[in-house]
């Protein structure tokens, strides 16, 4: 959250005010990292984490720096960023397997070189070429590194390239790895990656092996956070999130278009102007992380409550 000039002109008198022993000896101010990081480890925590969806892509274009930086300064807790792997190995942040909705490019990423991606420009939101360019993983994650988590969307197919990534630029512990995949096939194909890096599962509440995948990953592998989708809001998993919290993992729910929470949207909150309805609604449920395409109004709302430093 940015300081406006009535916290920092107080703050500075006092600094002012102080000894030259006791500014010496001044607090020096926790990485906010280590707040979060504390908070997403804590389920039963009152603090609500909120997600930058593609970081604030509604001002930059999305997955772009730009669009985390914004994010960041609004002070949400975690971004959430997509990444596609180029034609010589480098993985960059991209959603599309393809370059024409977000760049001036056309194709599929997978037949560019890195330096053919580096040479084009990302579009904004409204569609038009920006000056932005499009980052890589590593330029990205450096950018993050000791000031939020992230949450690696779109990278399963990728995850040992990913935490190399994360292993070079000293991002690993801050970095949260997902698959909608059950327990025995990620183990089988990534196992070493998973005991590396928080990881988590990505449950739909209308299949009917959802209890069972749970299940097993909280035997298993015990994760900080599940993420649940759902398109109705009668199934009996809702009334167990409280459950969750309590065998030690978060509840992530998206709240981005009306099929991942049963019509409990943003566009709801904001458009709609029934925020209770829809970010109040999935708060009574018991989640405790929220996705998000409207993060500064979702901060000022959980902040009107309580739920946010």
Known sequence: MRLTQFTVVPALLLLLSCSPSQQMHAPVPRNPLDTILKE??????????????????RNAPENSLQAIQNAIDMGVDIL??????????HLVLLHDQTLDRTTNGKGKVAD?????VKKLYLKGGHGVVTEHRVPTLQEALLLMKG?????????????????????????????ILKSGHPYGKVARENGE???????????????KE???????????????????????????????FQAIKKGGARVWVNTLWPSLNARHHDDLAVEGQKPDESWGWVLEKGANIIQ??????????????????
């Open 147 to 175: 000031k939020v988590m992230v949450n690696l969307d779109k990278g399963y197919d990728y995850f040992r390239e990913a935490y190399a990534v994360l292993e070079a630029t000293g991002t690993r512990q801050q970095t």
């Open 292 to 309: 998000t395409d409207r993060p500064r109004e979702l901060l000022a709302y959980l902040r009107r409550r309580g739920l946010h430093r």
């Open 210 to 240: 959802t209890r069972q995948i749970m299940a097993d990953y909280q035997r298993e592998l015990k994760p900080a956070a599940f993420e649940i989708v759902f398109k109705t809001d009668t199934s009996a998993v809702l009334q167990e």
């Open 193 to 207: 990656v998973l005991q590396k890096v928080p990881f988590m599962p990505v449950v739909w509440l209308e299949k």
């Open 112 to 116: 560019h070189t890195l330096a053919q």
């Open 40 to 57: 997403f480890h804590s389920p039963q925590g009152k603090q609500v984490l909120v997600v930058a969806h593609r970081g604030d892509w």
């Open 80 to 89: 959430e960023i997509d990444i596609q792997k180029t034609q010589d190995g």
